[in-house]
């Protein structure tokens, strides 16, 4: 019978899987006492409803400790943080949304979905064998232990709560993707898109030729402007800093003294007869878990300790390295397994399996009545494994095995019994005690640079930049917006970005230790607004009118019948290009102009000279000399491609569109 932890071990994918782009599977629901007095802040906003700051950390800490990640770097809490959130979305977003949609899940379609009838990515996840078949029986298992095991009765109704959830959405997505409709006229511009090619001359008169001194873009102008194009300028909530960094290295005498220090430790190393204590005394010292053979190791350190010497020390990778071989083993560098895996409470179970293994039972047939985890379904073969990977109660186990041997090893919440399929021939393995000194700052160093740290974070009170000018330090910026959780181009900065989001304006930081060094930073502006003021788009505004005044310009200026009398007039060179399609991004002489390449392959008649094109760079005139048609592409191709297209365009913002609607505010960064 199938028990919860069997379903932990055995399906744990299905507590780190996305629905779709947004659900989050296999959440359970548990309670957390924080601690709080009547001050729950509010950390995000969700379709009108306050997040606060007790719902994610309780979501938060569900989802660590169901989904097993850690946050043991800034990376992993990262991705807990954004798993977080996506739940959140999920439950104030995204279900609600799908409830008015009508959308349901009947019971027919539940019961052909648990039978395999009906396919669900969710369940197959969690049931799918060895074999990559979705096991129904494996299903009826953990039904049975759901009946007497509440966690796991929990467990199930979250399980099937995915189910449904993954259902509904693939129903909205359905019901989207059957608004979309490719009409006979843009099947018939597809194919001539794809199967028209157009060659012929192009000029085009750079807007840089034409000095800016020529024109006067007034402030009205570009108000106007801003005014007509706003949404342009919509933007996120966002916090500016300055920030320093006092660097942190090790001195010349630094080095000198660590050397010094590792050359005495040496010696002592390569002439201890108690390797292990005093390796382990050391606070760099590493005892490796395991046995590697010559081919796992550096060849200068392999020559070393297969010969039994000391390597080292070494300076490598800013590192001082010195080894010794511990134990010396001879062992296969690879062998051959299969197991069968037990809870580590059946040992009554494994004793009695040994004693019938022993006896010649068959082991794969065994394996598949009794194994707790996938290989169940294969007799148990876990294939040919490097003996180096093994950990030390797999090394006594197996250490002098022979082919057909069964041994028993006992390893964190489970008992296997190893059959041996196959044995390499033994090769020397040793295991290697070490130590390793990173090059790194003293304490008297770091010392001092935390004291100007402090100098400086005394007189930036006054005057941040004038503090940065006498301790020699260059001030940095940086902006953050809604949900950042680093400063960029900062390593380990999270931190200061925590900081940031909870300061007031002028605000100067306490000093943080960012990786090896000291960073002071204060906050220069808090920036709310939906939109980017005018003040500041302006200076691009200015260029884009100043472009649109030298378009009428040079259009004034055109002057022939002809591309070359044109030309001869703007004074510049006709260009020929060829194999032109309306896919094209690039055209010899004029460059990444898009709307040429869409007034070319419109083109209808050729020999003709063309009206001038605003182009990106420059103003545009062509002539198309000649059309070829290749007939590549076909009407019933072009209308799959495009209904293709149209469904993916509507799969990519289907969710988008609603997360928009619901006006998320992400307020986390003061918190997490």
Same mark, same amino acid.
């Given at each position: ?10 399906? =744990? ?27 729950? !802040? ?49 439950? /104030? ?12 899940? &009947?019971?027919? @379609? ?21 074999? =990559? ?40 997505? =359905? ?5 979309? /409709? ?23 008169? !750079? ?12 402030? &009205? ?91 080292? !020390? ?26 069968? *895996? ?9 004793? &009695? ?30 294939? *040919?494994?490097?003996?180096? =990977?093994?950990?030390? @109660? ?34 020397? /393995? ?17 010392? *001092?640079?935390?004291? /100007? ?38 390593? @380990? ?20 230790? *960012? ?58 060179? !006709? ?52 059309? @070829? ?44």
């Amino acid at each position: 019978m199938m028990s919860l932890n069997t379903l932990r071990t055995k399906f =744990g994918v299905v507590l780190s899987v996305v629905i779709g782009v947004a659900l989050l599977a296999f959440i359970l629901s548990l309670k957390t006492e924080l601690g709080f007095t009547g001050n729950d !802040p509010k950390v995000g906003v969700m379709n009108g409803e306050k997040i606060n700051y007790s719902e994610y950390y309780n979501r938060y800490e569900q989802i660590k400790a169901q989904s097993g990640m850690q946050e043991s770097n800034e990376q992993q809490a990262a991705a807990l943080a954004n798993a977080t959130w996506q739940a959140l979305m999920t439950e /104030h977003i995204f279900e609600p949304a799908l409830e008015q949609t009508g959308l349901s899940l &009947s019971e027919a @379609e539940r019961m052909a979905l648990l039978s395999g009838e009906q396919f669900s990515q969710t369940l197959y996840n969690a049931f799918a064998d060895a074999t =990559g078949a979705y096991n129904v029986a494996a299903v009826s298992q953990f039904l049975m232990a759901a009946e007497t095991d509440p966690q796991a009765a929990a467990a199930w109704a979250e399980l099937l709560n995915q189910v449904r959830l993954e259902v509904l959405m693939q129903k909205y997505y =359905g019901l989207v993707k059957n608004g979309v /409709h490719v009409n006979p006229l843009e099947i018939a511009n597809g194919v001539n898109a794809a199967n028209e090619t157009f060659s012929g001359k192009v000029i085009t008169k !750079p807007y840089s030729s034409v000095p800016d001194s020529l024109f006067k873009v007034s402030s &009205s102008e570009i108000k106007a402007y801003y005014k007509a194009n706003k949404n342009s300028y919509k933007k996120q909530p966002s916090r500016s800093i300055s920030y320093v960094v006092f660097e942190v290295s090790p001195t010349e005498q630094d080095l000198a003294a660590l050397e010094q220090e590792v050359k005495l430790v040496g010696e002592e190393f390569a002439a201890t007869k108690e390797l292990k204590s005093y390796t382990r005394s050391n606070r760099f010292g590493t005892i490796a878990q395991n046995y590697v053979s010559a081919d796992q190791l550096m060849d200068d350190e392999a020559a070393a300790l297969m010969a039994g010497k000391t390597y080292g !020390p070494v300076l490598k990778n800013n590192e001082w390295t010195m080894a010794r071989a511990l134990d010396t083993k001879m062992l296969p560098d690879s062998i051959g397994l299969r197991h069968i *895996v037990l809870p580590y409470t059946e040992t009554a179970l494994a004793d &009695s399996l040994m004693t019938v293994l022993k006896g010649g039972a068959d082991f794969a047939a065994l394996a598949a009545q009794y194994s707790a985890v996938q290989t169940a379904a294969v007799g148990g073969e876990l294939g *040919v494994m490097p003996f180096a =990977g093994f950990p030390m @109660e797999f090394v006594e186990a197996l250490q002098g095995a022979k082919k057909g041997q069964v041994v028993k090893v006992a390893s964190g919440d489970a008992i296997q019994l190893l059959q041996v399929t196959r044995v390499d021939k033994p090769t020397k /393995h040793v295991q290697v005690a070490s130590i390793v000194y990173p090059v790194e700052a003293s304490s008297d160093t770091r010392r *001092v640079a935390h004291t /100007h740290a402090g100098s400086f974070t005394v007189n930036a009170k006054e005057g941040f930049n004038e503090a940065a000018t006498t301790a020699a330090v260059t001030p940095r910026v940086a902006t953050l917006r809604q949900g950042d959780r680093m400063i960029a181009g900062l390593e @380990e900065s999270r931190e200061v970005a925590r900081w940031a989001f909870g300061a007031k304006e002028g605000d100067v930081s306490e000093i943080f230790t *960012v990786g090896d060094d000291y960073v002071i930073a204060t906050l220069t502006k808090i920036d709310e607004e939906e939109y980017t003021s005018v003040q500041e788009v302006a200076p691009m505004i200015r260029q884009q009118l100043l472009r649109d005044k030298k378009y009428d310009y040079v259009v004034n200026q055109i002057k022939g019948a002809t591309l070359e009398e044109v030309a001869a007039e703007l004074a510049v060179e !006709p260009v020929e290009f060829s194999d032109v399609t309306y896919g094209s991004y690039y055209i010899a002489g004029a460059g990444l102009e898009p709307r040429l390449v869409g007034a070319i392959a419109t083109t209808e008649e050729t020999g003709k000279l063309s009206a001038p094109v605003k182009g990106m760079t420059g103003v545009c005139l062509f002539v198309v000399d000649a059309v @070829e048609n290749s007939e590549a592409q076909t009407a019933e191709a072009e209308q799959v491609r495009a209904q293709a297209v149209q469904e993916s365009i509507v799969a990519q913002y289907a969710l988008q569109a609603i997360q928009e609607m619901a006006g998320v505010e992400d307020l986390r960064g003061q918190y997490f």
